[in-house]
T-cell receptor
């Protein structure tokens, strides 16, 4: 299995809703990432987990809450989002958060989030 | 801090023509360089990567890229473009103390005319 699987593919939520995005990989990768991509823009890093511990938080608002329950699974919990948070949310994984570890950096196909 | 510049926002080529997409990076030491392709509404697919060694890197779908340290460039090439190559292409760099953090260029949209 050489894929990163993201669910759901599409999500529409209201500003008072709570929802979660899920990301799963079975490649044995120990680093997992959340990126946000606005329309016509490149992806921007949000969070990095390394060996199930949060390594990087790129000053993301607290309405986004990441969770890494185990080495194969990464969640992004969403609460009280704003319409400007509408974007494509991409998950990625790599062998490790180290120079050689990023050899197998792999992206999922993303969750298209619309906040209404 | 590392950065990537893709000077061309939009490139149009005819099917069968050759292609070169430009990428310039800024980073003090030897960078880790990537090219990704993204079709509309889709995730990112890795075309090729450079870490060290041979400066001409072969990738999937007939793409190649050449690392030129003197020019801080990592341009993507394909000798004959197919209509299915129409997509957005991103150059990315990783390095420094945050090896896993990819910094992307702004992207180049490729349109292929029949």
């Amino acid at each position: 299995d050489t894929e990163v699987t993201q669910t759901p593919k599409h999500l529409v939520m209201g500003m008072t809703n709570k929802k979660s995005l899920k990301c799963e990989q079975h490649m044995g990768h120990r680093a997992m990432y959340w990126y946000k991509q606005k329309a016509k823009k490149p992806p921007e890093l949000m969070f990095v987990y390394s060996y199930e511990k949060l390594s990087i938080n790129e000053s993301v608002p607290s309405r986004f809450s990441p969770e890494c329950p185990n080495s194969s699974l990464l969640n992004l919990h969403l609460h009280a989002l704003q319409p400007e948070d509408s974007a494509l949310y991409l998950c990625a994984s790599s062998q490790a958060f180290s120079p050689r570890g990023i050899y197998g950096y792999t992206f999922g196909s993303g969750t298209r989030l619309t906040v209404v | 801090a590392q950065s990537v510049t893709q000077p061309d926002i939009h490139i149009t080529v005819s099917e069968g023509a050759s292609l070169e997409l430009r990428c310039n990076y800024s980073y003090g030491a030897t960078p880790y360089l990537f090219w990704y392709v993204q079709s509309p509404g889709q995730g990112l697919q890795l075309l090729l990567k450079y870490f060290s060694g041979d400066t001409l890197v072969q990738g999937i779908k007939g793409f190649e890229a050449e690392f030129k340290r003197s020019q801080s460039s990592f341009n993507l090439r394909k000798p004959s473009v197919h209509w299915s190559d129409a997509a957005e292409y991103f150059c990315a760099v990783a390095g420094g103390t945050s090896y896993g953090k990819l910094t992307f260029g702004q992207g180049t949209i490729l349109t292929v005319h029949p």
